[in-house]
Structures are given as structure tokens and as C-alpha cells.
């Protein structure tokens, strides 16, 4: 699905994920999180929109990557399929 952006610009979307996964929804604001580490290691903002394109691919991308991870979490928690606390504790 990110096939089309170049490794550095995935290795960003990664970086976001896994501070999603440690802080929270918080760490998709733009151009914020493009300031703190581990994302600020890469550059300035415009560095780091640059290896997307420009500003409208990267906000694009970090809404479909947010797009994702509500549709897998609604998927686990509402369907009772595997990542479902509430049906492992009842089962």
C-alpha cells in the first residue's frame, strides 16, 4: 500500500506507528510530531515532506495510516476475531 513512497519516506510511517503505539493518537498531528524525536532525526519539516512529494502526499499517507489502524482495531474489537480482550477474557 506505501509501496509508492521510497524507503526513507516508509521508515517515517513506521516511526509515527510506533510512536502511535507508545503515546497515542496525539502523535499524528502535523507538523508537531515532524519535531520531536525519533522523527526530527530525519530532518526539518521540509525535509521530511520532501520525501514524500510534498505536503499533501505525506498528510494523504498519514491519513490512510491512520485509516488502517482504526479498521484493523474496529475489526478486532466488533467482529470478536483475534487482538479481542473481551472475547479472550469470556472464553
Do not use: C
Not at 56 to 76: P, S, T
Amino acid at each position: 500500500m506505501f509501496d509508492t513512497y521510497g524507503p526513507e519516506a516508509r521508515a517515517v510511517l513506521d516511526e509515527l506507528l510506533d510512536s502511535y503505539a507508545e503515546h497515542g493518537i496525539e502523535q499524528f498531528a502535523l507538523p508537531e510530531a515532524l519535531h520531536v524525536p525519533p522523527l526530527s532525526a530525519r530532518g526539518t519539516v521540509n525535509d521530511i515532506i520532501r520525501l514524500f512529494g510534498g505536503p499533501d502526499r505525506l498528510r494523504a499517507a498519514v491519513d490512510k495510516l491512520q485509516e488502517l489502524i482504526y479498521a484493523a482495531k474496529d475489526w478486532n474489537e466488533e467482529d470478536g476475531h483475534p487482538g479481542d480482550h473481551q472475547s479472550r477474557r469470556d472464553g
